[in-house]
């Protein structure tokens, strides 16, 4: 424990908190000691390593937050990119790294000065919370490459989703140039690193669009159930053998240890979900709600076998549900989806609810191919509606000395 922990550890009440670390009453301007800085040094909760104290590696071959297992929240953000200028781009992706190997390690962004007549660095409202397992991962669109002039460097398989069938996209949650995900076991802790990247790099982005999202992980060792009430994640590869196959670019190019990012906001119609009944819901899907296994089998992971017949030769998943239909494709993706929950629709007067569906794979193709299976088809079709998206390019992962995205820009 440092000095200040230790300090901190003293149970202390919120005034008095405030009056130390020199913000109480008239320490705004400055503190009892003289001191003026908001915060020197980030003073960790209490509880350091009951309550998220877990902390994850920035620095690796591949990015975090990617087959990284899941955390309770996500703060998803697209921005739009104002700068053609090179060389400010690669300084704003080195101040990134700078700030994201700090927030993933539950320290300030940067420590004040002792100016009080200037804005605090960090934006302060993590201090006392631990990482939270923070991770950060950062990707760009096909746009991104255009506007900076990168477009010999685009990998041939990079271009925007085509139009699927039964598509209701909105252009207010559709596009972009970079997108952040930021995953943590805490609301507040993603967001206010969210926050504090885009802050830094006002002078090049605005924000596009963003979500928050929330996984039910319970005791973390179950898959998620999703606003369905299903469990949502089953079929994803588990080893690093099928994270190879299936998620980390391999080719020669700056892509190489990345993987593409599909994002899909899907808006799930509750109410009409709920006075659907369970045999029909189980249907939808292929597989049982209460267990997760698919139709034929006991346990939630056992193979899904789309051969079985029932006792009048008929498939024993149906021909319309999900799941027959994304495997049959014989693809595979790795998804990685929060639900999300952002009040009443004004028109409809239902819960505007729904998945922020993120997937990710070497090739965008794998999730097209699967998309355009579901296409008309699917049976859930008829309680979702996809209303935004995304692809991105998430590069490899970064090493100490280097920064974001660093080979494309070699
Ligand atoms: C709101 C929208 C969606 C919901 C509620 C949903 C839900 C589910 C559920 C409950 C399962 C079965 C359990 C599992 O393996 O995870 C599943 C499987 C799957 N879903 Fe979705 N899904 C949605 C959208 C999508 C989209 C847009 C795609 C891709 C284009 C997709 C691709 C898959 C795949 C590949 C599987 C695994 C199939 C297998 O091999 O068994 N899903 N989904």
Known sequence: MTKDEKWFDKKMDRREFLKKAGIGGAGLALGASGASAFFAKKVMGESAKADGGEELAFYGEHQAGIVTPMQKNV???????????????IQMFKDWTDYSEKLVSGQLVKEDGANSYLPPFDTGETVGLNPHRLTLTFGISPAFLTKLGLDSKKPKEFRDLPVFPRDQLKETYTGGDIVIQACADDEQVAFHAVRNLVRKARHAVTMKWSQAGF????????????????????????????FKEVIWCDGADWMRGGTYMAVRRIQMFLETWDRTSLKEQENTFGRYKESGAA?????????????????????????DSHVRLAKETGVEIYRRAYSYSDGIDEKTG???????????????????????????????????????????ACFAGVKKGEYIGQALFE
């Open 75 to 89: 703060y998803f953000v697209v921005l739009d990119l104002h700068s053609t200028d090179k060389a400010e781009v």
């Open 350 to 392: 239902q819960f505007d609810s729904g998945l922020l569906f993120i997937s990710f794979q070497k090739d965008p193709e794998q999730f097209i191919t699967i998309q355009n299976n579901l296409g008309n088809v699917d049976k859930l079709n008829e309680y979702i509606t996809h209303v935004g998206s995304g692809l991105f």
């Open 295 to 319: 139709f034929g089998q006991k346990d939630e992971f056992d193979e899904v076998d789309l051969d079985l017949k029932d006792d009048k030769g008929e498939p024993v998943v149906p021909v």
């Open 215 to 242: 996984a039910a992980l319970g005791n973390r060792k179950e898959t998620p159930r999703n606003l369905f009430g299903f469990k949502d994640g089953t079929a994803n590869g588990k080893t690093e053998e099928e």
